[in-house]
């Protein structure tokens, strides 16, 4: 090959991902998925309307009404409270995974469940956020969905016995077809699964992931209307806007870390009660019977207000008071462990804020303002940007409004990635033990072979030579590696070591290496030079090995190197020199 083209290597061989056969059979696992979470996204808000009928009207209905249309007086405290206690008693003698708002909940069973969950937690937090919400808790449905989706996926995976990523895929793909099912917002939930959930970008994960929401949100109009769920047009707005977005992105991240901070401390004041966690929610349900009193429109959902906000149909005095108790109520609610979803509460805190500061704000118009601080208060709530930006423009439709907001999220959600080390969700997992690290990067490992780090200059043992010349030679006070590998006629054999050498009678010391090799030596393991090195550590680790010898093919086997699992340190090395080594402007570095 001529200097101009030297040889690419096993580069030349390598693809963009690592694909394998069973994609198919997840993706067809994925069309599934995606109509069950449909069907799950119906049934929950269908129980919501159910319940909501129930305790504020007395009847049997499914029709949409809020709470804030009844005309129960003093005795709508009191509502919040009994659906708190029935949540409590469902927590305790059910499942005690239903308290909480989900998505912690499906971390946790990702990352530290190997994404199983049981068929309770399908069917009872469904139910439990139904009289949650319906009983006037300030939640959302979307966290309960994504809870129930994942669910009913991992119990479809776990009944096809799958392995525990193709499980988590399809978790994964079930929460998200969820929340799309209910906010029609299938690029959000996609970004959702990369940004909170899968924890990692790959196709065996992306594409069942996509398929379901696509399946959702081909469904969604079947049930619930074609369209943006809040349909808004802004005006388009001018330069000085970019200022009063960077203000909003601010303000936005300084209320979302002190909600964080606000619910963990009432949280813990509820863990120094002297009464059991089951009677937790209903003490809370007292506060938000009692907010709900004072302003009935912070009972429930809220996805009329969240519209009314949105189009600028409240008076400032009003969306001033919505944004404290619907602040004050979701975080003693959240905090005392009953049931229901983060988004749509976000949502209406958001958008209460925007509207606040719409009177102040230039450059837009109070709609403009509510949109992109309601998107700015769910990136830093929920360490989410990317998320809450496509989230805006999923259930507005608002082009206008585009760029405002991906300043306005990026700056809230840098304020927040600043002030605090955990998000809104990360920060219960943290409390049990479980740490969460959310930043992505491609794995070193996976972006070197065998051939760049493998050492070449190999001490082998000659098939030929005696066992006991072997000993003295090689394994003596002068021993420089553990093991070594063996060869005859340049063909590896396999690898040798003291354990090995154990368990030879004396006689044996007397044959060649080769001969007793089958019956002494570990398996011929070996790698090839075109590996990535990812893919030979997780084989060390797997077989418990310390080293492998290199061959140039599996036929031939002629050794050409040796790796250690120091060598396989050598590329994060390199990744430690790009993040930490600074180089100047004459190329002389500091550390």
């Not at 708002?101 to 309770?120: D, N, T, W």
């Not at 909170?196 to 959702?216: M, N, Q, Y």
């Not at 011929?524 to 290199?550: H, K, N, T």
């Not at 086997?557 to 930490?580: A, Q, Y």
């Amino acid at each position: 090959m001529s200097a101009e083209q030297p040889d690419p290597g096993p580069a030349a061989q390598a693809g963009d991902f690592s694909t394998h056969s069973r994609l198919v059979l997840l993706s067809g696992f994925a069309l599934v998925i995606g109509v069950i979470s449909t069907l799950g996204a119906m049934v929950l808000l269908a129980a919501i309307r159910f319940f909501t009928n129930l305790f504020f009207f007395q009847t049997f209905s499914l029709a949409n009404r809020s709470p804030a249309e009844s005309h129960l007086g003093l005795v709508i405290i009191l509502i919040p409270v009994l659906g708190g206690l029935i949540v409590g008693l469902l927590a305790r003698y059910g499942s005690e995974k239903i308290r909480g708002h989900g998505i912690p909940e499906a971390i946790e069973a990702i990352l530290f469940g190997k994404s199983r969950m049981s068929p309770g937690i399908a069917i009872l937090k469904p139910l439990s956020s139904g009289i949650a919400i319906g009983s006037g808790g300030p939640f959302g449905a979307e966290g309960p969905i994504i809870m129930t989706g994942g669910a009913a996926a991992s119990l479809l995976a776990q009944a096809f016995h799958l392995t525990a990523s193709e499980r988590k895929a399809l978790l994964v793909a079930g929460a998200c077809a969820g929340m799309t099912a209910v906010f029609g917002t299938p690029l959000a939930a996609m970004l959702l699964a990369v940004e909170l959930l899968l924890f990692e970008l790959r196709p065996r994960s992306l594409l069942p992931v996509g398929i379901s929401c696509a399946v959702a949100g081909f469904l969604r109009p079947l049930w619930m209307g074609s369209g943006a769920l809040f349909p808004l047009q802004t005006p388009l707005v001018t330069p000085v806007a970019m200022l009063s977005c960077c203000l909003a992105g601010l303000a936005a991240g300084a209320v979302s870390a002190t909600m964080t901070r606000v619910l963990y401390f009432v949280e813990d004041f509820f863990g120094h009660l002297k009464v059991h966690w089951m009677w937790w929610p209903a003490l809370g349900g007292l506060v938000v019977g009692v907010g709900g009193f004072f302003q009935p429109r912070a009972l429930g959902v809220g996805y009329d207000v969240i519209g009314d906000l949105l189009q600028h149909n409240l008076l400032l005095s009003a969306a001033l008071s919505l944004l404290v108790v619907k602040t004050v109520i979701w975080v003693v609610a959240l905090g005392s462990g009953t049931s229901g979803g983060v988004l749509a509460p976000l949502l209406i805190i958001g958008a209460g804020l925007g509207s606040v500061l719409g009177a102040w704000l230039p450059g837009g118009s109070p709609q403009l303002w509510a949109l992109v601080c309601m998107a700015a208060i769910l990136g830093g709530t929920m360490r989410a940007p990317m998320t809450a930006i496509m989230f805006a423009f999923g259930i507005t439709h608002d082009v206008n409004a585009f760029l405002p907001t991906i300043l306005a999220c990026t700056v809230a959600y840098g304020f927040t990635v600043i002030v605090m080390p955990r998000s809104i969700l990360t920060e219960k997992l943290a409390r049990r033990g479980r740490h969460v690290f959310r930043e992505y990067g491609v794995d070193p490992l996976e972006r070197h072979f065998i051939e760049d780090i493998m050492t070449r200059d190999v001490m082998a043992i000659p098939g030929a030579q005696a066992v006991r010349e072997a000993v003295n030679a090689y394994f003596g006070s002068g021993q420089k590696h553990r093991g070594y590998p063996v060869v005859q006629e340049g063909r590896l054999l396999g690898m040798l070591d003291r354990t090995a050498l154990s368990n030879l009678s004396p006689a044996a010391l007397e044959r060649p290496v080769a001969e007793i090799f089958a019956s002494v030596a570990s398996p011929a393991q070996f790698a090839l030079p075109g590996e990535s090195c990812r893919a030979v550590a997780m084989r060390l680790a797997a077989e418990g090995l310390e080293r492998v010898a290199v061959v140039d093919g599996p036929q031939t086997r002629r050794l050409i190197g040796m790796v250690t699992r120091s060598d396989l340190l050598k590329p994060s090395t390199l990744v430690h020199e790009e993040d930490f080594r600074r180089e100047q402007l004459f190329g002389r570095l500091q550390t």
